[in-house]
């Protein structure tokens, strides 16, 4: 089939970059966040890293598990100083605003 060699090479090289682009901004990770992600990855994925969610009461949830969360994990997400992960189903949790 003409051209599929040209398009399986444009498609390597083009792999290559996003590949080397990759390993850059990982080189400025600690190995123990990366770890955790890739593990994520392989059990998680693509929802790896999830929003806590408001409920109507004021409470918060985790919005890949939907389990509650303590108040000591949302003062953890806000002081910002690490990752800060479910209990219960492992995914990394952010909030949408800071200002929560």
Known sequence: M????ETLAAMDKEIAKVDAR?????????????HQYTDLIRTRAPYMVVEVQT????DHTCSGCNIGLPPQVIGDIM???????????GR??????KEE
């Open 2 to 5: 003409p051209g599929i060699k």
């Open 22 to 34: 990759r390993k850059a901004l990982c080189a400025g990770i600690p190995q123990v966040v990366l």
């Open 55 to 58: 409920t109507s009461d004021g």
């Open 79 to 89: 002081k910002g100083d690490q990752l800060v992960c479910c209990e219960n189903c």
């Open 92 to 97: 990394i949790l952010y909030l949408a605003d």
